[in-house]
């Protein structure tokens, strides 16, 4: 396919081409192996070797925590099971077919989403996984989705959470989150209603309005648009995530290569939107990430355009590429302050991200309560 922002299809790594150092290959060896067979080859050499060192129930534990369990029972039924016993193969295609149960629910749920929300004339995107697949997979159900993710504009946030509550969905914030996002449930359906894509002071100017107005009608529901879609998932996993924890999910890079390798993209008013916010180191973080694990090779000139300076390109590969996140994962502060801010664009916008998180932390029980009592 063609693809305006450059990427080019790189080898997929094998053990006697390209194959990244045993120094770098360490930390990512599974994720690697769960990769190679999606990545338009099905090559399971790496997967081979990880099943000869620690046996198959490794990889399959992996695959589940990762989302890709659907997407290799899919795979492996074009051909390849022969590399793996039956009850590596049953397992995963019980995976597929649970995962495609999920996917009838919720893409029900959508509608009535719609309704509701579209009857109290809310301005309103699904956004993230649900929409993701429905937008860039062939076959939606092969990519699993935990959540709705809804976006609103802030102002239309207890007007959201009332309706969706009169609806039957059931409130449950958490003074933590309550900023920026809360939880509605209803039955097996969890709806997150976010009225700011990240916490408060992330981006330099609320975005949410800004992308709701680029919105586009998908029948079942209201979808960003393309752009404003790969703005998302360049950003959303560094700061919520933490690039490449356990929290951020190999299925997100497979929604990223989807999205890349679309005909018909416009860099241009991508680039827009990462400048608007400030996150253009973020997008270089994400699109970095995507490189090391996958060999797919990203156009110079559009990685320059989001690159930050040198130093932090150097300190922001070290994160990279020795899995630091996952390794301080326990530590969450200390991930925050010495990499998250460092995905900041500017050294005003990490202390705009300081000052507004001390801020919502001070008045954070209070907004909960007021929420809750709205709904009473």
Excluded at 108 to 121: F, I, M, Q, T, Y
Excluded at 125 to 133: C, L, N, Q, T
Excluded at 149 to 165: F, G, I, M, N, P
Aim: overall charge positive; some cysteine.
């Amino acid at each position: 396919m063609g693809n305006a922002i450059g990427l080019h299809p790189g080898p997929v790594y094998h053990a006697t081409m390209n194959a990244p150092s045993h120094k770098q290959e360490a930390p990512y060896r599974l994720h690697r192996a769960a990769l190679q067979p999606l990545l338009g080859e099905a090559c399971y050499g790496l997967a081979a070797k990880v099943i000869n060192k620690e046996g198959e129930a490794g990889l399959l534990k992996f695959l589940q925590e990762q989302g890709l369990a659907p997407m290799w029972a899919n795979a492996l039924e074009q051909g390849g099971q022969s590399t793996f016993s039956s009850d590596f193969f049953d397992a995963l295609h019980q995976y597929r077919m649970t995962a495609t149960g999920e996917y009838l629910i919720q893409r029900n749920r959508l509608k009535d989403l719609r309704k509701v929300l579209d009857g109290e004339a809310i301005p309103h995107v699904v956004y993230k996984g649900v929409a993701i697949r429905e937008r860039f997979y062939q076959e939606p159900s092969l990519r699993p989705a935990v959540d709705i993710d809804v976006l609103v504009d802030q102002r239309d946030r207890t007007k959201a959470a009332k309706a969706l509550h009169k609806a039957g969905f059931l409130f449950q914030g958490k003074a933590e989150n309550i900023s920026h996002e809360a939880s509605l449930i209803k039955g097996k359906c969890v709806i997150d209603l976010h009225w700011h894509i990240l916490r408060p002071g992330r981006t330099r100017r609320p975005m949410s309005r800004t992308l709701i107005e680029t919105r586009q009608d998908y029948g079942t529901h209201w979808g960003l648009s393309d752009e404003a879609s790969f703005f998302v998932i360049l950003v959303h996993p560094v700061f919520v995530r933490y690039s490449t924890t356990p929290l951020s999910s190999l299925m997100r890079l497979i929604d990223l290569l989807n999205l890349i390798e679309m005909d018909g993209w416009v860099w241009e008013k991508t680039l827009s939107l990462l400048d608007l916010a400030g996150l253009k180191t973020a997008a270089w973080i994400t699109l970095r990430w995507l490189q090391l694990l996958t060999g797919r090779s990203i156009e110079e000139e559009k990685l320059r355009e989001v690159a930050p300076g040198k130093v932090r390109q150097f300190y922001l590969n070290v994160w990279l590429e020795k899995n630091l996140a996952t390794r301080l994962l326990e530590k969450p502060a200390l991930v925050q302050t010495a990499f998250t801010l460092f995905a900041q664009d500017r050294p005003s916008d990490a202390l705009r991200a300081i000052r507004l998180k001390k801020q919502a932390e001070k008045t954070a029980y209070e907004d909960l309560v007021n929420m809750e009592s709205s709904l009473a």
